[in-house]
């Protein structure tokens, strides 16, 4: 999604282009809040599926969109779409043969920027998600801690629940590493990417 919204609005042949660029920075400035992003996911039927995780955080304007645009307008020039629309491509075409294959760096910013937002994410979770089938993984990692948390008065000897507080901080440091060591095992794969994809706009000396 965030590709298909950032590669049109890259194209300088796009009709109200800027009218559509304000609606997503509108966005960004003027947020619904809490209770009615919980109205609109219950009046669209998505509540306790995975598409209430899914859908709300599918496009991040500010983060992802606008870089990625950024990407298209600085990387694919425009006599690059001319030879091609010369040699009879459309914009499909164009888009699936030619600027998908270029933008290697970019996809691989975005995809590990997504990832790491869903894999981290507990709180959508939290508010839309009633069974437990559908938890993800933080959510699952939140309920073992909260299980296993014990209240000074439910013990009695001292050193049965120092044990027990040992066991507790030894549970929460291998979540930690549970929750972490999927995203460290994923990030030397697109590490050369992802410096060339996140300096695209800055300035270069």
């Known amino acids: 999604m965030t590709v298909l919204a950032a590669y049109p609005l890259s ?9 559509y660029m304000f609606l997503f920075v509108f966005t960004l400035m003027f947020a619904g809040g809490l209770i009615p992003s919980y109205l609109l996911v219950k009046d669209l039927g998505l509540l306790n ?3 209430a995780i899914l859908l709300p955080g599918a496009l991040m304007v500010w983060n992802m969109m606008i870089i990625t645009r950024t990407y ?4 694919i020039p425009d006599e690059l779409l001319e030879a091609a629309q010369l040699d009879g491509c459309n914009d499909f075409q164009f888009f699936g043969r030619v600027v998908l ?12 920027f997504y990832a790491v937002g869903h894999w981290n994410q507990f709180f959508n979770a939290l508010l839309y998600l009633k069974s437990q089938q559908l938890y993800p993984l933080q ?3 939140r309920d073992i801690l909260i299980q296993n948390s014990v209240v000074a008065s439910m013990l009695m000897d001292v050193e049965d629940a120092a044990k027990r507080e040992g066991l507790r901080e030894l549970l929460k440091y291998s979540l930690i590493v549970v929750a972490t060591v999927p995203v ?3 990030y030397p794969f697109v590490q050369r990417h992802f410096v060339k994809g996140m300096l695209i706009g800055s300035l270069k000396g």
Do not use: E
Not at 11 to 19: C, E, T, V
Not at 72 to 75: A, L, M
Not at 101 to 112: D, F
């Open 11 to 19: 194209r300088k042949d796009l009709f109200g282009r800027n009218a």
């Open 49 to 51: 599926t995975r598409w």
């Open 72 to 75: 298209f307008q600085t990387t």
């Open 101 to 112: 294959p270029l933008s290697g760096p970019i996809l691989a910013v975005i995809t590990l």
């Open 139 to 141: 959510l699952v990692l």
């Open 184 to 186: 460290l095992i994923v």
